[in-house]
């Protein structure tokens, strides 16, 4: 206490409160110039270790400009935190300005924060990113002392995160005496992670300070009395069990993994909301100011539960909640404990949580991951490699700020963790495609954003290519939206008007804004067509450029709506315990009754997949032959695989005709006798599962799937080769689709080995089929593949089974529907 000044230490004293040890940590390695990485539980006060320095040293001496940049992954965290940052600087009398800088701040108030900066500036990557454009940085950073990453392992795994990297190396150029203090609660890899904070500052020295101890949390999994469904994503059955859980607590927050479970969720519990429980709905979709209510209601006690997703992951401070319900499994032990720390957000007082698994399978995976927090295991995700199209939007937004040298420029850029690799020819061609487009767009004007001056320096071609810098950047690319706007005055609409005639209509006057969401959803709809937002059942009226009218509606069969987003894989280290679990029958007493008998019936009849081997089943079903296997690597993986097993059972002359794949499973079916044509050797279940599949016979699937066009469309914005917006207008999605299916063509027939082609391949292959982890599957089961021929269907193959050829039911008929599918299965493989 004797390092801080009299107005903090006595604000300190004046609570009974004294210096934690990592927060005096973190003030004594600011003091001896280190950099620091803060690994410490939610709750511990890591927020004001990571202010703490700049408190002491604004009250120690008047600083003239901005002294500590905070940057958040998320614009509520960031507000929130200014919020909980104002108070503490009040009752000290300390005389410090903070503001906040986000896509919401008005416009004339971003511009006078770079002419007259508060102490304190509250940010995002993309705000960093737009600041650095601009002409006068090195005017505006040059008093830089501080930088403050908040929830570092959020950023680190995306392209925000390599954006990020990018701004803090040149910041180390502008602001060559600051140092970064990064906070974060659940890190896999922290050595990784502190070198990726220490490396633009090289040779400062970075420490790492771990905060253990706090509270065990209490976990537990719902003992429903209800029958747990074998497949699907909803936990309707255990609806009334949630809304007597809410009734039991003072403050629940229910997450759930997708903005489609929200909806359906909130819909359920406020259908049997016979007290009229204070209960809201909080997702990204939703109108910002509707957000901002909640979250506001929420601080101030007056909310009972919140269903929730992602958006409220991270480290908004919420009260006085004190319970958490993960609403189907995680996904990863490390996003569990993230959310856990949402309940009782103090440290000597245990966070407690509950998971609600949505089906059988869910009920493995959420026991592995429950035994994973108990043992405080982390699973985040590691830094990623740096992407070529952000390192283009960077190149030209360096351009935006002045001429550059590119030797200097690539020197700068080395110096960022995810490019610490990146060559003298890779930056080169980069530079090259920011200049002309490359080889097979040069000869259009549009591309040339770069000229060569005469001293051999880069420069922007015009100050208009600045102007669309600036309306374009950022790596956070949604599927086209449109806004859902209320009919003023309410209305009706008749089903009977056609597409046709919903194009005739006057558009009618708008009145309040709902939020957002995917064009393409309402690309399916006709008038009267109902489906769920916001908590309200809503019929469809018409759509005007940018916008779709909507009108209330009393339908009880509404749609939901399958957003783009959201979802989440089932990560590496949670997998590896489902196996486990499966294969250690000695501790499936501890599993609900409902699925432990699930699990000896399987033993009885086939046999359970092992930690490393894989089961591969095959059986008759009515017409057609099946063939069935467990890798547990989540859906993207299985997908890919899926898609490459069936090209090579064609070849084989099995006729395949579909596949279908979960999180744990993967399905195929067919019209050969695949039971026989294994069993007579004539397909090779190791050579139909090698590892030479992600070769020819993966480029192969990609260039006749729309995958790559789709990625490439995404690259392509974020490269700046093709803009989403100009100065008071915006590009429809079929516009920009339409733009960059010519420009993909274009290369890939012309220059394959484009820059953007590359990037395209990689972020294919990193994201959306997740190759990497398909191909470690198939090594760890190379000559470890179970066959088990089979006369009907196994226990263990009904859930996937049950996912093919799912009709698009909503509401209780697909609940009913589902139950009465799986019955019929589960007898099926029953039967002696």
Known sequence: MSQLPPQINNWFTDRNWKLREHQSDVLKAYNTGHSTLLVAPTGSGKTLAGFLPTLVELANAPHKGLHTLYISPLKALAVDVARNLLDPISEMALDIKVETRTGDTPASKRQRQRYDPPQILLTTPEQLALLISHPDAARLFGSLRRIVLDELHALVSSKRGELLSLGLARLAILAPDMNICALSATIGQPDLLLEWIARPLYPKPAKLISMQGGSAAVLSILASKNRVPWAGHSASYASQDLYQIIKDHRTSLLFVNTRSQAENLFKELWDINEENLAIALHHGS??????????????????????????????????????????????????????????????????????????????????????????????????????????AQHV????????????????EIIKAWPYKDLSWQQFERVVDFVSSGGYALRAYERYAKLRLTAEKKWRIANQ?????????????????????????????????????????????????????????????????????????????????????????????????????????????????????????????????????????????????????????????????????????????????????????????????????????????????????????????????????????????????????????????????????????????????????????????????????????????????????????????????????????????????????????????????????????????????
């Open 464 to 832: 208009k290519i600045a102007q669309q810098y600036r309306l374009n950047s950022g790596t956070i690319i949604e599927e086209p939206m449109v806004q859902v706007r209320l009919v003023k005055g309410g209305g009706e609409v008749s089903s009977a008007v056609g597409k046709t005639g919903a194009k005739t209509q006057k558009i009618p006057r708008g009145g309040r804004a709902l939020g957002k969401m995917e064009e393409y959803f309402f690309n399916q709809l006709l008038p009267g067509d109902t489906f769920l937002f916001g908590g309200e059942i809503l019929a469809f009226h018409s759509m005007g450029e940018s916008e779709a009218y909507v009108v209330r509606s009393f339908s009880q069969n509404p749609k939901v709506p399958a957003y783009m987003g959201g979802k989440f894989p089932l990560s590496t280290y949670l997998a590896q315990r489902v196996r486990a679990l499966l294969a250690d029958h000695k501790n499936w007493h501890k599993l609900p009754d409902q699925v432990s008998k699930w699990l000896e019936l399987q033993r009885e009849f086939s046999q359970l997949p092992g930690r490393d081997n894989l089961l591969v089943e095959t059986f008759p079903r009515a017409d057609k032959s099946y063939l069935v296997c467990y890798p547990f690597e989540g859906r993207l993986a299985h997908q890919s695989l899926g898609m490459l097993l069936t090209r090579r059972l064609e070849r084989m002359g099995a006729r395949p005709l579909g596949f279908v794949a979960s999180e744990y499973a993967l399905a195929i079916w067919g019209l050969g006798d695949l039971s026989e044509m294994i069993n007579s050797k004539r397909i090779s279940l190791d050579e139909l599962f090698s590892s030479e599949m992600l070769g020819d016979d993966l480029e192969e699937w990609l260039a006749e799937s729309s995958l790559m066009r789709r990625t490439f469309r995404n690259c392509a914005m974020i490269s700046g080769l093709i803009e989403r917006r100009h100065p008071g207008k915006e590009k429809t999605g079929r516009q920009i689709t339409m733009s960059s299916d010519l420009i993909y063509d274009v290369l890939y027939t012309h220059e394959p080995d484009h820059i953007l082609i590359e990037a395209t391949r990689r972020e294919v292959a990193r994201g959306l089929l997740d190759i990497k982890r398909l191909g470690q599957c198939l090594k760890r089961v190379k000559n470890r593949i179970v066959h088990k021929s089979l006369s009907r269907i196994s226990p263990l193959a009904v859930p996937v089974m049950l996912e093919i050829g799912k009709e698009p039911i909503f509401g209780e008929g697909r609940e009913s529907a589902m139950a009465e599918a799986a019955d019929e299965l589960i007898r099926e493989a029953s039967a002696s």
């Open 286 to 391: 939703l109108d910002v100011a509707q957000r901002r209510r909640i979250e506001s209601a929420m601080v101030q006690g007056k909310l009972k539960a919140i269903v929730c997703t992602s958006t409220l992951d991270l480290g908004i401070d919420w009260g006085d909640v004190d319970l958490v319900m993960q609403i189907g499994a995680p996904k990863g032990s490390s996003r569990m404990l993230q959310r856990i720390g949402r309940s009782n957000h103090r440290l000597d007082t245990p966070s407690k949580a509950i998971l609600v698994p949505s089906n059988r399978f869910e009920v493995l995976e959420c026991e592995a991951a429950l035994r994973a927090v108990e043992e405080g295991v982390q699973d985040s995700e590691p830094p990623m490699d740096g992407s070529m199209d952000v390192l």
């Open 396 to 411: 030209l937004g360096m351009a935006c700020a002045g001429e550059f040298d590119a030797v200097e420029l690539h020197n």
